[in-house]
């Protein structure tokens, strides 16, 4: 059987895991033949795995949205291709042939409705490229989801046959070297790995540390893997910051090997509040981690039965100021 998986978008972060995982799975079958088509996501061709590129594709989204429609069916019909996966949330237009399609961006699913003059990116994701994911979801022949919450939100927004949804958890291959141990460092040290998309919500951390200083409390440091110009908001915070004299680091962007190695020596602080499963979590726990997370959906799901997770309302700052103080000062006092 000829399968074209799909993933244009998947360039770095968790669409790219997602992609090496299901290459590294189909690489090992023997019996089918696949071809992927991607656009700069680089992948090694095997006997039994093809790679088309269409770097073109990430010049803007005229550039997707004529692939998606013309491009894409006539390379399914011209590969004379049997199966088709969507690995991109939504499925392949203008063709008849059986679609698997995985979905695993949760921003049309979020409770947190964005606003067109707080982010117009997101706002269109959510209100217009979201609409397309609920059709896809309706009409793909069968649908993978990372989470229970995620089939749930499927059903209740698409209607669709709970059978033809699967609940696929990311594969998490690490290997944990050191576990957590509480220190007066480790527990006064709060690392946060994540870009600096809006939802990732490092703005809470900023606003618990303001007041924090207000009451003369900077016996903690806080670690962000950025570099402070990713976008104006970041830039916005990074200024505050350093007006302040606030304990936040910005170390960039850091490996695999040095993330892990934080979690043994640190405690996770997570306040996204749009995630289909949060990875760090699951490496973190593995790592038995203190974790400090927001209370949403995915974070219950995940960390359910999960002994050392706090979790806090994403939005509130003052909360979440208590709780770092009580973690620095209480926890390892006991």
């Known amino acids: 059987m000829r399968i074209m998986v799909f993933d244009v978008p998947a360039e770095n972060g968790g669409a790219l895991s997602v992609l090496l995982e299901f290459y590294n ?11 992927f088509v991607l ?7 095997t006997k039994n795995i093809r790679v088309l590129y269409y ?19 006539k390379l399914i019909k011209k590969n004379n291709v049997d199966k088709v996966f969507s690995l991109q949330n939504v499925i392949i237009p203008h063709t008849k042939i059986e679609q698997t399609l995985y979905v695993h961006n949760a921003i049309p699913f979020s409770e947190y409705k964005f606003k067109f003059v707080e982010n117009k990116l997101l706002w269109v994701y959510q209100n217009i490229i979201g609409k397309n994911i609920f059709k896809s979801i309706k009409n793909a022949n069968k649908v993978i989801v990372q989470t229970q919450w995620m089939k749930n939100k499927c059903i209740d927004k698409t ?3 709970p059978n033809d949804i699967q609940v696929m958890l990311p594969k998490i291959n690490i290997e944990v070297k050191n576990y957590f141990i509480e220190t007066k460092e480790s527990l006064s040290t709060f690392f946060y790995p994540a870009s600096g998309v809006e939802f990732k919500n490092h703005k809470v951390i900023v606003d618990a ?4 200083k207000k009451k003369n409390i900077n016996n903690y ?13 970041i830039e916005l915070l990074y200024k505050i910051i350093k007006e302040n004299e606030l304990p936040i680091e910005f170390i960039g962007y850091i490996s695999k090997e040095r993330v ?75």
């Not at 189909?26 to 019996?31: A, P, Q, Y």
């Open 25 to 35: 799975k189909f690489k090992l079958d023997g019996e089918n033949e696949y071809i």
């Open 39 to 45: 656009s700069k996501a680089e992948l090694s061709e």
């Open 55 to 73: 770097p073109w594709i990430k010049k803007s989204w005229i550039h997707r949205l004529y692939f998606d429609n013309f491009i894409a069916p």
């Open 159 to 161: 209607k669709k046959n």
């Open 209 to 212: 540390c303001l007041e924090l």
């Open 221 to 233: 440091k806080v670690l962000f893997t950025l570099n402070g110009n990713e976008n104006k908001g």
């Open 260 to 334: 892990l190695d934080y979690y043994s020596k640190s405690v996770l602080i997570f306040p996204s509040y749009i995630e289909t499963v949060g990875l760090p979590l699951i490496e973190a726990s593995l790592h038995k981690t203190h974790i400090l997370v927001a209370n949403c959906e995915y974070a219950i799901e995940i960390l359910n039965g999960y002994k050392k997770a706090l979790f806090f309302n994403p939005f509130d700052y003052l909360g979440l100021s208590q709780t770092i103080n009580q973690i620095v000062n209480i926890k390892y006092n006991k």
